[in-house]
């Protein structure tokens, strides 16, 4: 019986981005399904504090680490966005939505919303960026936009992102196994080693 790791990440998390580039990989490599969790880490820092980017020399560091990271999985083009960190709501609303017509769509909206923004610097702050996002996939822009202002939609990224701060989520990405946190895309390979 194939076990899911749930794989939590917000959508403006740069880390989170690299994470959902391979984390396919790593499913398959463990033999695991992915359940897609996007939450909002700003609620977490809004509760607890912390936000990581407050030292200069910590965010310079943070910058070229993750030019470093981009080229050495192969994403060229990796880009700061003029408007980082932008608002991860829009697209985590419509993520929602989609995955209630179509999980493993959801999954490829949640990529293609992060390569947006990453490497094409595209404002998913926007809605109407998000929904041209969708728009690829099949979907109705009009019908997208209207399901991610649904209340039960808003509701839904609200009570995962709760839930997410309950189970002790405080970073982008995040995986949990079987109850075993694993915090950043830098943990794959203990992931493997231990359900590979």
Not at 32 to 39: D, G, K, L, T
Not at 55 to 63: I, S
Not at 66 to 94: C, E, H, M, V, Y
Not at 170 to 182: M, Y
Request: glycine share 8%; charged share 25%; with cysteine.
């Amino acid at each position: 019986m194939t076990k899911s790791l749930d794989f939590y990440f917000d959508f403006t998390s740069p880390y989170g981005f690299l994470a959902s580039q391979t984390i396919e990989d790593l499913a398959k490599t463990i033999n695991q399904e992915i359940n897609w969790r996007p939450f909002l880490i700003g609620a977490v820092y809004k509760e607890f504090g912390g936000a990581p980017l407050n030292n200069p020399m910590k965010f310079d560091y943070f910058k070229a680490d993750l030019d470093r990271s981009a080229k050495l999985l192969g994403l060229n083009g990796f880009t700061w966005p003029d408007n980082f960190p932008g608002s991860p709501i829009p697209a985590s609303r419509a993520f929602y939505w989609i995955k209630a017509q179509d999980t493993e769509k959801a999954a490829i909206f949640a990529k293609e919303i992060y390569r947006a923004y990453w490497l094409d610097g595209c404002d998913t702050s926007d809605p109407s960026h998000v929904v041209k996002v969708a728009g690829a996939l099949g979907f109705s822009e009009e019908d997208v936009m209207a399901g991610a202002q649904d209340e039960d939609v808003k509701n839904r990224l609200r009570l995962e992102t709760e839930a997410a701060i309950k189970l002790g989520v405080f970073g982008s990405p995040f995986i949990i196994i079987d109850g075993e946190k694993f915090w950043g895309n830098d943990r794959f390979d203990q992931i493997i080693k231990l359900y590979g």
